[in-house]
């Protein structure tokens, strides 16, 4: 079994900086890719960040110049830097993992998701 694990979120100012970490433990063979999603009730769940094992970064339109995914590696912990914080922002942020447990093939394993509220 795998899991991952997100910590960090809560309330921060507009303008405020937060950061988010995720992390996967279990049988792992290999990583692909992590990347970090946020929902919004009755929304579509959308791509914030996306790091791959390439050492590739991608952002979401919205998040493009304020979020940094970073870490040494995929398969260490990934972290979510977000500055320039607006209420819009505001969501559950998930953290999907690529995941290779044996099987020989890439499952997406989520985390449960943290709260994260962007508010005077």
């Known amino acids: 079994q795998v899991h991952v694990v997100e910590s960090g979120g809560g309330l921060v100012q507009p303008g405020g900086s937060q950061i988010l970490s995720c992390a996967a433990t279990g049988r792992i063979v290999a990583v692909n890719a992590v990347a970090w999603y946020r929902q919004v009730r009755g929304n579509r769940r959308e791509i914030v960040a996306r790091?791959?094992?390439?050492?590739?970064?991608l952002y979401g339109e919205s998040v493009e110049g304020r979020f940094t995914i970073s870490g040494d590696n995929v398969e260490n912990t990934t972290y979510l830097q977000m500055s320039s914080l607006k209420p819009e922002d505001s969501a559950v942020y998930y953290c999907g993992q690529e995941i290779d447990d044996g099987a020989g093939s890439w499952q997406i394993y989520w985390g449960q998701g943290t709260q994260v509220t962007v508010a005077s």
């Open positions: 790091f791959t094992k390439k050492g590739q970064r």
